[in-house]
């Protein structure tokens, strides 16, 4: 089976400077994941200088415009706080990903929300 994935970055203006977070390095980790996985990325969406705190981004928004009509299967971050700094909407994320049948997976944390152990990994982690 073809896993469809559609990879998120996100920087906030004073994380642009810093190597671990940037959206270069956020991207080359994502596309590495995928080839080791044999996963199709069908779209990378990104947000620069945008804070984590809400959902209010433009990247995002597409993330989940296209996830609502089913162009993936998963929705990969290099970490959780790349896609929200705040927990409530992180919960939300989550459960609207999962209305639509697409699972969550960060790499850093090792969390994939397409099964049992991932979810309870994922609400530690949130």
Request: aromatic share 8%; with cysteine; hydrophobic share 35%.
């Amino acid at each position: 089976m073809n896993i469809k994935v559609a990879t998120y970055a996100r920087v906030s203006t004073q994380e642009q400077a810093t190597e671990n977070t940037s959206l270069a390095s956020q991207e080359s980790q994502l596309t590495a994941y995928c080839q080791m996985q044999g996963w199709t990325i069908i779209n990378s969406y990104i947000d620069p200088g945008f804070t984590g705190k809400n959902g209010d981004r433009p990247g995002f928004k597409r993330l989940r415009s296209d996830a609502r009509i089913g162009l993936f299967d998963k929705v990969l971050v290099c970490k959780l706080d790349r896609l929200a700094r705040n927990l409530r909407l992180l919960m939300d994320i989550e459960s609207e990903l999962n209305e639509y049948h697409v699972s969550l997976i960060s790499i850093k944390e090792s969390v994939d929300t397409s099964n049992s152990t991932g979810k309870m990994v994922f609400q530690l982690f949130g």
